[in-house]
């Protein structure tokens, strides 16, 4: 049996088990008709959302392209990720399990996060370290001294992160040298960045 065949044999199993529910009730008959076609209703419209979406992945990838930049990949060990049109390039991260897109930023010799961002993924400031002061691209920012537990770049991690925390970087989150230091290597080719892993 096909894929295609149990897919159909699936979907009418799903669709024979509210409709037979509804007689099993007794309601009138025109009542039951009723709501028989808004539940067949439910369910075209369902399977035409769902072949659109499969027969069309442009249409998911340019979606989250939309609100996140253009989408990165893992080839491999590596982690690929396209220039936004922007010119910079942007990684999706997970930070302590939150995701966030990072702007990747090899002249920030430290990671650098929002403040929203620090509390959200439950970043614990030092409170007894002196302020910390990293160079960035746009100047340099003083702030506060923290370190990440984890933080993910496709299958890349980093434990134990320094990173500093400052309002001053608005909603805006940086993925500084200290994380691309930690790598095997990192190159631009064709508009993409390629970061390569330790291998462990």
């Known amino acids: 049996m096909s894929d295609t065949t149990g897919n159909v044999i699936f979907y009418v ?27 067949i209703g439910i369910f075209a419209t369902g399977l035409v959302v769902v072949g ?15 609100f996140y930049g253009p989408d990165q990949s893992v080839v491999g060990s590596e982690v690929r990720i ?16 939150v995701e966030r897109v990072m702007l990747v930023d090899s002249g920030a010799t430290v990671t ?10 439950k970043v614990d400031l030092d409170g007894m370290a002196r302020p910390a002061v990293v160079s960035t691209a746009n100047g340099t920012v003083t702030g506060k001294s923290a370190t990440i537990g984890t933080l993910k770049v496709g299958g890349i991690t980093a434990t134990d992160l320094p990173t500093i925390v400052a309002p001053e970087f608005g909603d805006q989150d940086v993925l ?11 190159r631009v080719e064709d508009r993409t960045l390629i970061l390569t892993p330790n291998s462990k």
Not at 17 to 39: E, K, N, Q, T
Not at 176 to 186: A, I, Q, T
Request: net charge positive; glycine share 6%.
């Open 176 to 186: 500084g040298m200290n994380f691309l230091s930690r790598l095997k290597s990192w």
């Open 112 to 121: 650098a996060l929002s403040t929203a961002t620090a509390a959200n993924a």
């Open 13 to 39: 199993l799903l669709l024979v088990l509210p409709l037979s529910a509804l007689f099993a009730r007794r309601l009138p008959l025109g009542r039951v008709a009723v709501m028989a076609l808004a539940w």
């Open 52 to 66: 659109i979406v499969n027969q069309n992945q442009w249409l998911v990838s340019g979606t989250r392209a939309l």
């Open 82 to 97: 396209p220039m936004a049109d922007d010119g910079h390039f942007w990684a999706r991260a997970k930070i302590n399990g």
